[in-house]
């Protein structure tokens, strides 16, 4: 086993930040953020989703529906799986049509993930603009892909491991990195 | 929790959790039934052999359907016309079939056992889509989600099965299910179609011959389809089965107000089932139908997954 080396990207104060600031952001690029709703990627993108949604309730007002959407069905590596991973269930509780909808993530690495959240969505029907929020952005993309809003940008290599702890699921906040050795 | 079967071959041998999970992983792909568009490209590259070497049409419609959605093709064979009219062995027909390299093989066969035979001889995964009197372990299964959507749970009910018990594998695998969540299984019929060493499958099934004593307080009221030619052996005059044994509104009152009433179909209108029951909002024969899909899509999706090795790659 390498030596590996874990350095602290986000403290949990930082992380709590870092989710306000998206959320503000948000709340300035969309204007009106009524039409918007935002789309949890399980697992961690849906605590934070509902972060988002709190912070945008607090600077506007605005409620912002939330769904939650699993691509376990519409990943591309499924062929290389020795098991089928475990499906859960998409629950988006409202039209998508001529939606506004910002995907949620913790991490965008490959873009593959988001590939398969995209195509999952439009089976759902035809949203009028998807944009992507993401706590982290490792680089290392294999597809053409970007986010509109990301929390903290990080060089990483692929070898490279990115955790986000969230309080919801993991009991505390904060973000690292273990790099290889 | 995971299913690390190779095989669906009946129920009797699940555990609670295993049946809990496959109904949860159901519960995934019921969703997909209510999207604008159905259809995934899961197993695109897949393929199903669909062997029925007993008729059916819903069972078949329903695995196809199941296949279609998920993006896997299907071959069908089908008993009337194909080679085992010729003389050909079970055993010669399944290893052709799998020649053509199919990932999963669904079957039907009239006698007991058969899929279990052909799953030790093939490579594959074998799904047993009704087998003799044996199982029929995805109406059990599809009957269970059916019953936990209706009622919110499956724990402890009070399940009341109607009618020719003897031959149903369907009654079989429900109560492999059901007994394993604690259900209360009361088990009616003519006593030819009824044999007391049934009451000794499950430890909390009941035998009561007087249909309206086995429906009161009923959570759940299964009706079996009576096969007309069954009837002639002994012989029972259909109007005496309606007389004793039809469902009509005035006997489901005596289960609970809100009891789910099924029938795995197809139905006989008039026979077995008054056709006010058929259509009242407590019937559910239509959401099993539904249903059926959802859990077809569950299993073949979850069995297909089988490459030879290396993990999952980390998801970006």
């Given at each position: 086993m390498p030596t590996r080396e874990k350095t602290q990207l986000l403290s949990a104060a930082q992380t709590g930040r870092t989710i306000e600031r998206l959320g503000h952001e948000i709340v300035e690029k969309t204007g009106e953020t009524h039409g918007i709703a935002l789309i949890g990627i399980r697992r961690r993108g849906v605590p934070l989703a509902h972060r988002l949604a709190e912070t945008i309730r607090a600077a506007t007002g605005a409620e912002v529906p939330i769904g939650v959407l699993d691509i376990t069905l519409y990943r591309d590596d499924l062929s290389l799986a020795s098991a089928h991973p475990v499906v859960q269930s998409t629950e988006i509780?409202?039209?998508?049509?001529g939606r506004d909808l910002i995907l949620v993530d913790d991490v965008l690495f490959t873009g593959r993930t988001i590939r398969a959240a995209i195509n999952g969505l439009f089976d759902l029907g035809r949203p009028r603009r998807v944009q992507l929020c993401v706590l982290v952005d490792r680089g290392l993309r294999e597809l053409p892909i970007e986010a509109n809003y990301v929390g903290r940008r990080v060089e990483s290599r692929p070898e490279d491991l990115v955790e986000v702890h969230l309080k919801e699921i993991d009991g505390e906040d904060r973000v690292l990195l273990e790099r290889a050795a | 929790m995971s299913f690390t079967f190779r095989h669906l071959l009946g129920t009797e041998a699940l555990s609670r959790g295993e049946i809990a999970f496959l109904l949860d992983q159901s519960r995934a792909f019921q969703g997909i039934q209510k999207q604008p568009l159905k259809k995934l490209a899961t197993l695109r590259g897949k393929s199903a052999v669909l062997a029925f070497f007993e008729t059916s049409t819903r069972t078949r419609i329903s695995f196809a359907t199941a296949a279609a959605r998920l993006g896997a093709d299907t071959m069908n064979l089908q008993a009337e016309s194909s080679s085992t009219q010729k003389g050909e062995s079970l055993v010669d027909t399944v290893r052709t079939l799998e020649a053509m390299k199919p990932d999963v093989i669904v079957i039907r066969h009239a006698a007991s056992g058969a899929p279990h035979f052909v799953a030790e001889r093939l490579g594959i995964p074998v799904i047993n889509a009704g087998d003799g009197l044996h199982e029929h372990p995805t109406q059990g299964l599809l009957d269970a989600l059916t019953i936990s959507d209706r009622l919110g749970l499956l724990d402890a009910l009070n399940v009341t099965i109607v009618g020719d018990i003897r031959h149903s594998r369907v009654a079989r695998s429900n109560i492999h299910i059901l007994s394993k969540f604690g259900c209360r299984i009361t088990l009616c019929g003519p006593a030819m179609w009824l044999?007391?060493?049934?009451?000794?499958?499950?430890?909390?099934i009941r035998i009561e011959p007087r249909l309206e004593e086995a429906l009161r307080g009923a959570n759940v009221v299964m009706v079996l389809r009576v096969?007309?030619?069954?009837?002639r052996e002994p012989a029972l005059p259909a109007d005496e089965y309606i007389r004793l044994y039809q469902m009509t509104p005035a006997r489901l009152a005596l289960a609970q107000p809100d009891a789910v009433l099924m029938h795995p179909g197809p139905m006989i209108r008039g026979l077995e089932i008054d056709p006010a029951v058929a259509d009242s909002p407590q019937s559910s024969v239509l959401e099993q139908v539904t249903n059926g899909v959802a859990v077809r899509m569950a299993l073949l999706y979850l069995l297909t997954g089988g490459a030879p090795s290396g993990a999952v790659p980390q998801a970006g």
């Amino acid at each position: 086993m390498p030596t590996r080396e874990k350095t602290q990207l986000l403290s949990a104060a930082q992380t709590g930040r870092t989710i306000e600031r998206l959320g503000h952001e948000i709340v300035e690029k969309t204007g009106e953020t009524h039409g918007i709703a935002l789309i949890g990627i399980r697992r961690r993108g849906v605590p934070l989703a509902h972060r988002l949604a709190e912070t945008i309730r607090a600077a506007t007002g605005a409620e912002v529906p939330i769904g939650v959407l699993d691509i376990t069905l519409y990943r591309d590596d499924l062929s290389l799986a020795s098991a089928h991973p475990v499906v859960q269930s998409t629950e988006i509780p409202f039209c998508v049509d001529g939606r506004d909808l910002i995907l949620v993530d913790d991490v965008l690495f490959t873009g593959r993930t988001i590939r398969a959240a995209i195509n999952g969505l439009f089976d759902l029907g035809r949203p009028r603009r998807v944009q992507l929020c993401v706590l982290v952005d490792r680089g290392l993309r294999e597809l053409p892909i970007e986010a509109n809003y990301v929390g903290r940008r990080v060089e990483s290599r692929p070898e490279d491991l990115v955790e986000v702890h969230l309080k919801e699921i993991d009991g505390e906040d904060r973000v690292l990195l273990e790099r290889a050795a | 929790m995971s299913f690390t079967f190779r095989h669906l071959l009946g129920t009797e041998a699940l555990s609670r959790g295993e049946i809990a999970f496959l109904l949860d992983q159901s519960r995934a792909f019921q969703g997909i039934q209510k999207q604008p568009l159905k259809k995934l490209a899961t197993l695109r590259g897949k393929s199903a052999v669909l062997a029925f070497f007993e008729t059916s049409t819903r069972t078949r419609i329903s695995f196809a359907t199941a296949a279609a959605r998920l993006g896997a093709d299907t071959m069908n064979l089908q008993a009337e016309s194909s080679s085992t009219q010729k003389g050909e062995s079970l055993v010669d027909t399944v290893r052709t079939l799998e020649a053509m390299k199919p990932d999963v093989i669904v079957i039907r066969h009239a006698a007991s056992g058969a899929p279990h035979f052909v799953a030790e001889r093939l490579g594959i995964p074998v799904i047993n889509a009704g087998d003799g009197l044996h199982e029929h372990p995805t109406q059990g299964l599809l009957d269970a989600l059916t019953i936990s959507d209706r009622l919110g749970l499956l724990d402890a009910l009070n399940v009341t099965i109607v009618g020719d018990i003897r031959h149903s594998r369907v009654a079989r695998s429900n109560i492999h299910i059901l007994s394993k969540f604690g259900c209360r299984i009361t088990l009616c019929g003519p006593a030819m179609w009824l044999p007391p060493e049934m009451a000794s499958m499950a430890p909390s099934i009941r035998i009561e011959p007087r249909l309206e004593e086995a429906l009161r307080g009923a959570n759940v009221v299964m009706v079996l389809r009576v096969q007309t030619e069954r009837l002639r052996e002994p012989a029972l005059p259909a109007d005496e089965y309606i007389r004793l044994y039809q469902m009509t509104p005035a006997r489901l009152a005596l289960a609970q107000p809100d009891a789910v009433l099924m029938h795995p179909g197809p139905m006989i209108r008039g026979l077995e089932i008054d056709p006010a029951v058929a259509d009242s909002p407590q019937s559910s024969v239509l959401e099993q139908v539904t249903n059926g899909v959802a859990v077809r899509m569950a299993l073949l999706y979850l069995l297909t997954g089988g490459a030879p090795s290396g993990a999952v790659p980390q998801a970006g």
